[in-house]
């Protein structure tokens, strides 16, 4: 996978010349992507696409407030809101979908 290459390919010594950002951010998006993989493995295809989704818009406000931390540009933050609010909506819409076929399990 080509998330993976990169990650090995950066090896230790990558990891100690990446910045803050880029230390928090990797981490979001390898905690994203576990998520990711773990709901791809639902028996359910449209189950396993709501769980994943759902990690995917997790990540997502992961990162919006990862770069929030981070910068001081007023459009990025501005953007990083914007997306944090609208990923939390739909996260929640997920999770409401999920729970409702969970029931009828």
Known sequence: MP???MQGSQGMSGMQNMTPFQKDTMAAMDKMNKAMMDG?????????WMKSMAAH???AIDMSEIVLKHT??????REARKTAQQNEKDLKELH????K???KS
């Open 3 to 5: 998330g993976m290459q």
């Open 40 to 48: 791809m493995m639902d028996s359910d295809p449209g189950m396993a």
């Open 57 to 59: 818009h997790q990540g």
């Open 72 to 77: 001081k540009d007023a459009d990025v933050t």
């Open 96 to 99: 409401a979908k999920i729970r």
């Open 101 to 103: 076929e969970d029931k």
